[in-house]
């Protein structure tokens, strides 16, 4: 008996191996790529890996002006620069694991690792394979999960196939199409080439962003004044009870009655209050969680969470589960994590009866995020905080809410009041054990109703109201999956490709001026695109498979429909859109004034060279160009030889050089460049120059100078200048 195990990457193939059987013996395809063979209750065993998908959608004929016949091919065929390792795998699993007595597909019990392993099933392995196959289901890399899945496999679920399949479709239709369409609209507008991106999921989200941006643009701030009293015996600031006071003439009323006056304690009210442990990390959770503690990206975390689960560390992370099951067996996990004598600490006070808190959500295919309990031998700086931060949060969910008793005040000074609030712990509870949370702690001041208090100052602070807050990647990430837009695994990568596209800049979220005007123009001429509701009308479809209430080829089919309606009206404004599309797209990438012309010099991008370069924006009339470094960016510092910016490129360490490659140096000069006269503003030579409206004169120590005039005004202002 043969059976043939896939798996979902090299490190689960080798776990997975050693788990079924330690004797597990590795051999290499092509002298690169790893598989295993091994013996289990007589039967061979062989163990192959994918690396992620192997297979993708492919065009049928690549002619076509828009691709909706597809099929699936070798990843390697389809981007033979970037995935030409993916072959390797592929000729591998082709050649060793046809033929097998049985099939267990043992990737991530996901939609996107079902799809991955059902691929791979069925090209690599044969069509065949299919009728013979099985499913592991495990949330861990552990011994005893996987020996568990082995034993009790289940069949692979048709549903999640089909959802993964309808995805996939999906996407390729809307990003590709409306890509390649925005991109002929930019060449037959203005005959250029830009490398434009647009998505089913990545679009609303710049919708989001976008809407944000006009709030706070349109914003105006309106002004208010907040009143407080500083206590004089008592490091406090009460604030005067009305809060943010938006009539002036009331704000000095309350300065000009209180000011030099002491108070009187009116009234003082102690109360409790508890606060529960947090709920179980899931996806979204963990990455807002990291961000505000670490600041770390939610791509970021998600990737570290990735690997600490491939290394048997951590559970599965891509769940949506806020709930721990019993059969998780805590107290063995806690057994093994109290070898770590930090965790030992807090191990060392849980309750006899472990009992985490537990939130709302679940998820069927795998519990909430938690530490497995075996010990990392080895972590990086930033994987480690991670797995401190998991560990930490497992822990607290055991113990009992943290108490805390509050000192609410109001003081009446000259028949105005003024309060204070102070608050501290009574009982730490689970804050003790989760050291990621500050705890209020704060010194009651001893003082009785009726007690005068003296009064050092009456302060009047002149405030504005504040635009809303922007959006940084972790909250962006909440505002998706509250308006239920891509999906948890999806979510990160679709906030990196706005920032690769250079739709969005900073921590704290700004649309750039490309962005805004990609949204603006697709709202304006193809608004179906921008639109929630259809997106959110399709992830509802999606995850509608699961239940039997809608068809993998339905939605494809309708799915097509959209699309096509959108690459009409696209179609229907062709120049329109590409002329907005590209005057943004020129504006966004201005680096500074050309030093030849009146235009201005922009970075732009050869599909032939495949790199980018600086241009003038009025080529062809001005031909100036230069060459960037491959990874180069833009420092703020200019050169002090000829005023162009200074770059950055390469690194260790980084060289920092003049745009022009060829200043300081000697070259050879074309004709002498006639001199007019003496500039007006700097003294220097002005020479004539040409630009997009035909000549005029300019200053030679242009761009330090930007002194300009017409050729026919030359003379009054050089007389003037006398």
């Given at each position: 008996?043969?059976?043939?195990?896939?798996?979902?990457?090299?490190?689960?193939?080798?776990?997975?191996?050693?788990?079924?059987?330690?004797?597990?013996?590795?051999?290499?395809?092509?002298?690169?790529?790893?598989?295993?063979?091994?013996?289990?209750?007589?039967?061979?065993?062989?163990?192959?890996?994918?690396?992620?998908?192997?297979?993708?959608?492919?065009?049928?004929?690549?002619?076509?002006?828009?691709?909706?016949?597809?099929?699936?091919?070798?990843?390697?065929?389809?981007?033979?620069?970037?995935?030409?390792?993916?072959?390797?795998?592929?000729?591998?699993?082709?050649?060793?694991?046809?033929?097998?007595?049985?099939?267990?597909?043992?990737?991530?019990?996901?939609?996107?690792?079902?799809?991955?392993?059902?691929?791979?099933?069925?090209?690599?392995?044969?069509?065949?394979?299919?009728?013979?196959?099985?499913?592991?289901?495990?949330?861990?890399?552990?011994?005893?999960?996987?020996?568990?899945?082995?034993?009790?496999?289940?069949?692979?679920?048709?549903?999640?196939?089909?959802?993964?399949?309808?995805?996939?479709?999906?996407?390729?239709?809307?990003?590709?199409?409306?890509?390649?369409?925005?991109?002929?609209?930019?060449?037959?507008?203005?005959?250029?080439?830009?490398?434009?991106?647009?998505?089913?999921?990545?679009?609303?989200?710049?919708?989001?962003l976008v809407e944000r941006e006009k709030e706070i643009k349109e914003f105006v701030p309106e002004p208010y004044w907040l009143i407080k009293a500083?206590?004089?015996?008592?490091?406090?600031?009460?604030?005067?009870?009305?809060?943010?006071?938006?009539?002036?003439?009331?704000?000095?009323?309350?300065?000009?009655?209180?000011?030099?006056?002491?108070?009187?304690?009116?009234?003082?009210?102690?109360?409790?209050?508890?606060?529960?442990?947090?709920?179980?990390?899931?996806?979204?959770?963990?990455?807002?969680?990291?961000?505000?503690?670490?600041?770390?990206?939610?791509?970021?975390?998600?990737?570290?969470?990735?690997?600490?689960?491939?290394?048997?560390?951590?559970?599965?992370?891509?769940?949506?589960?806020?709930?721990?099951?019993?059969?998780?067996?805590?107290?063995?996990?806690?057994?093994?994590?109290?070898?770590?004598?930090?965790?030992?600490?807090?191990?060392?006070?849980?309750?006899?009866?472990?009992?985490?808190?537990?939130?709302?959500?679940?998820?069927?295919?795998?519990?909430?995020?938690?530490?497995?309990?075996?010990?990392?031998?080895?972590?990086?700086?930033?994987?480690?905080?991670?797995?401190?931060?998991?560990?930490?949060?497992?822990?607290?969910?055991?113990?009992?809410?943290?108490?805390?008793?509050?000192?609410?005040?109001?003081?009446?000074?000259?028949?105005?009041?003024?309060?204070?609030?102070?608050?501290?712990?009574?009982?730490?509870?689970?804050?003790?054990?989760?050291?990621?949370?500050?705890?209020?702690?704060?010194?009651?001041?001893?003082?009785?109703?009726?007690?005068?208090?003296?009064?050092?100052?009456?302060?009047?602070?002149?405030?504005?109201?504040?635009?809303?807050?922007?959006?940084?990647?972790?909250?962006?990430?909440?505002?998706?999956?509250?308006?239920?837009?891509?999906?948890?695994?999806?979510?990160?990568?679709?906030?990196?490709?706005?920032?690769?596209?250079?739709?969005?800049?900073?921590?704290?979220?700004?649309?750039?001026?490309?962005?805004?005007?990609?949204?603006?123009?697709?709202?304006?001429?193809?608004?179906?695109?921008?639109?929630?509701?259809?997106?959110?009308?399709?992830?509802?479809?999606?995850?509608?498979?699961?239940?039997?209430?809608?068809?993998?080829?339905?939605?494809?089919?309708?799915?097509?429909?959209?699309?096509?309606?959108?690459?009409?009206?696209?179609?229907?404004?062709?120049?329109?859109?590409?002329?907005?599309?590209?005057?943004?797209?020129?504006?966004?990438?201005?680096?500074?004034?050309?030093?030849?012309?009146?235009?201005?010099?922009?970075?732009?991008?050869?599909?032939?060279?495949?790199?980018?370069?600086?241009?003038?924006?009025?080529?062809?009339?001005?031909?100036?160009?230069?060459?960037?470094?491959?990874?180069?960016?833009?420092?703020?510092?200019?050169?002090?030889?000829?005023?162009?910016?200074?770059?950055?490129?390469?690194?260790?360490?980084?060289?920092?050089?003049?745009?022009?490659?060829?200043?300081?140096?000697?070259?050879?000069?074309?004709?002498?460049?006639?001199?007019?006269?003496?500039?007006?503003?700097?003294?220097?030579?002005?020479?004539?120059?040409?630009?997009?409206?035909?000549?005029?004169?300019?200053?030679?120590?242009?761009?330090?100078?930007?002194?300009?005039?017409?050729?026919?005004?030359?003379?009054?202002?050089?007389?003037?200048?006398?």
């Open positions: 008996m043969h059976e043939v195990i896939i798996c979902e990457k090299p490190s689960s193939a080798e776990k997975i191996a050693k788990a079924l059987d330690p004797k597990a013996k590795a051999f290499k395809y092509n002298k690169k790529v790893k598989y295993w063979k091994l013996k289990r209750d007589e039967k061979d065993i062989s163990i192959f890996s994918a690396v992620g998908h192997l297979y993708s959608l492919a065009k049928d004929n690549p002619k076509d002006e828009f691709f909706f016949d597809l099929h699936w091919a070798p990843l390697y065929e389809i981007d033979k620069k970037n995935k030409a390792y993916t072959k390797n795998y592929v000729k591998a699993i082709e050649k060793h694991a046809r033929g097998a007595d049985k099939y267990i597909h043992a990737c991530d019990y996901d939609i996107e690792g079902t799809l991955i392993g059902y691929l791979t099933l069925k090209y690599g392995c044969g069509e065949d394979s299919l009728k013979k196959a099985s499913r592991m289901k495990f949330s861990t890399l552990t011994k005893k999960d996987i020996v568990e899945a082995y034993e009790n496999r289940i069949d692979i679920d048709k549903h999640q196939v089909d959802g993964g399949i309808a995805r996939h479709v999906l996407d390729y239709y809307f990003g590709v199409n409306i890509s390649k369409a925005l991109t002929q609209s930019v060449r037959a507008a203005k005959s250029r080439y830009l490398g434009l991106s647009a998505g089913r999921v990545q679009t609303p989200a710049l919708s989001i500083k206590l004089a015996d008592y490091d406090i600031v009460a604030d005067h009870v009305d809060g943010k006071i938006f009539d002036k003439a009331r704000a000095e009323e309350i300065l000009s009655k209180c000011n030099g006056k002491d108070g009187v304690v009116d009234s003082i009210r102690i109360s409790h209050s508890t606060t529960k442990p947090p709920v179980p990390f899931n996806l979204g959770g963990l990455q807002a969680e990291a961000y505000n503690v670490f600041g770390f990206s939610p791509k970021k975390t998600q990737v570290i969470a990735q690997k600490l689960y491939s290394d048997g560390y951590t559970s599965y992370p891509r769940t949506s589960s806020q709930k721990l099951p019993e059969s998780l067996d805590f107290k063995n996990i806690f057994m093994q994590l109290k070898k770590n004598k930090e965790f030992g600490k807090h191990i060392a006070k849980l309750p006899s009866k472990l009992k985490p808190h537990e939130g709302k959500k679940d998820d069927a295919a795998h519990p909430a995020i938690h530490p497995t309990g075996i010990l990392p031998k080895s972590l990086d700086k930033d994987e480690k905080k991670i797995y401190d931060l998991i560990v930490y949060r497992f822990i607290a969910l055991f113990f009992e809410a943290a108490k805390f008793e509050s000192m609410s005040t109001h003081i009446n000074i000259s028949e105005e009041l003024f309060g204070f609030r102070r608050r501290r712990v009574t009982h730490k509870g689970w804050m003790e054990h989760y050291p990621f949370r500050k705890i209020d702690n704060e010194e009651f001041p001893e003082i009785n109703e009726g007690d005068v208090m003296a009064v050092e100052e009456i302060i009047s602070e002149e405030k504005e109201t504040k635009p809303p807050a922007r959006y940084n990647e972790a909250s962006l990430i909440k505002e998706l999956e509250k308006r239920e837009l891509g999906t948890k695994a999806t979510r990160a990568d679709i906030i990196t490709k706005l920032y690769d596209r250079k739709y969005i800049s900073g921590n704290k979220i700004e649309v750039n001026q490309l962005g805004e005007n990609i949204f603006d123009t697709l709202n304006e001429y193809c608004s179906n695109l921008t639109s929630e509701e259809l997106t959110r009308e399709f992830e509802n479809k999606l995850e509608s498979i699961n239940d039997d209430e809608a068809t993998k080829d339905e939605i494809i089919k309708e799915g097509r429909q959209e699309v096509t309606n959108i690459l009409m009206d696209i179609e229907k404004n062709e120049k329109e859109i590409g002329s907005h599309i590209y005057d943004a797209y020129q504006e966004s990438n201005i680096i500074c004034p050309c030093p030849n012309c009146d235009g201005n010099l922009v970075k732009r991008y050869s599909p032939k060279t495949k790199q980018s370069f600086v241009g003038c924006s009025n080529y062809p009339d001005c031909k100036t160009t230069f060459s960037l470094p491959k990874g180069a960016r833009f420092l703020k510092q200019t050169c002090d030889k000829c005023g162009l910016p200074m770059i950055s490129f390469g690194s260790k360490p980084p060289v920092h050089a003049c745009l022009d490659p060829n200043c300081g140096k000697e070259k050879t000069k074309p004709a002498q460049q006639e001199i007019v006269g003496k500039c007006p503003q700097c003294g220097g030579d002005l020479i004539k120059r040409s630009g997009r409206f035909g000549e005029f004169i300019g200053c030679k120590s242009f761009p330090k100078c930007r002194f300009t005039c017409g050729v026919d005004e030359l003379d009054a202002i050089l007389k003037a200048s006398k």
